[in-house]
């Protein structure tokens, strides 16, 4: 039985060479896909609940926006921070920001202001002239009260995208 399954395994190998198919089609992964821009969801906490009387925990928010792009950059055209009830807080950035390969920018929501709620969001809106890897965005939470301590993230969502451009760089 073995013998067998040997020799059509050469001859496999055989007709792979005659045909001329390069073994990197074989073996090639899937393709990545690239971006010109995306619009990302991102949930935050300003606080989060314990125990049964449900005391609230403050926490301080970190958005943080990674460029995964080795090559390319992108820019982060806006980053908007909203409430629970989807009320526009706040407008993170006064213009476009460029991020550069590998590059990562964040912007913090104090442990202070409780005013985005347990629901609070950022909408990130990037784009890029050339396709990239999409970034990496995230949330990043962290609070300490007394001798307690809690840390915690969530990760972006994308909502909109622009179609990936299936040339290669």
């Known amino acids: 039985m073995n013998t067998i399954r040997q020799k059509m395994n050469i001859w496999a190998m055989i007709f792979v060479l005659i045909c001329g198919i390069p073994a990197s089609v074989c073996l090639a992964g899937p393709e990545i896909p690239l971006w010109q821009g995306q619009t990302v969801y991102v949930p935050v906490y300003s606080h989060i609940y314990s125990g049964d ?45 460029p991020l550069g390969p590998m590059a990562s920018v964040r912007y913090v929501v104090k442990e ?6 347990s629901g609070a969001n950022f909408l990130v ?12 965005i995230q949330g990043v939470m962290i609070g300490t009260k007394n001798q307690q301590g809690i840390s915690f993230l969530s990760q972006g969502q994308v909502i909109r995208e622009h179609t990936p451009d299936k040339r290669k760089r």
């Not at 820019?75 to 407008?91: K, N, Q």
């Not at 990037?126 to 999409?134: F, L, Y």
């Open 112 to 117: 202070s202001d409780r005013e985005g709620g």
């Open 53 to 97: 009387r449900e005391r609230p925990f403050d926490l301080a928010a970190t958005l943080s926006i990674r460029n995964t792009d080795p090559v390319r950059s992108l820019t982060i055209v806006s980053a908007d921070y909203y409430d629970s009830e989807g009320r526009l807080l706040a407008h993170y950035l006064k213009e476009p920001k």
């Open 125 to 136: 809106r990037w784009t890029s002239d050339r396709p990239v890897n999409a970034p990496v």
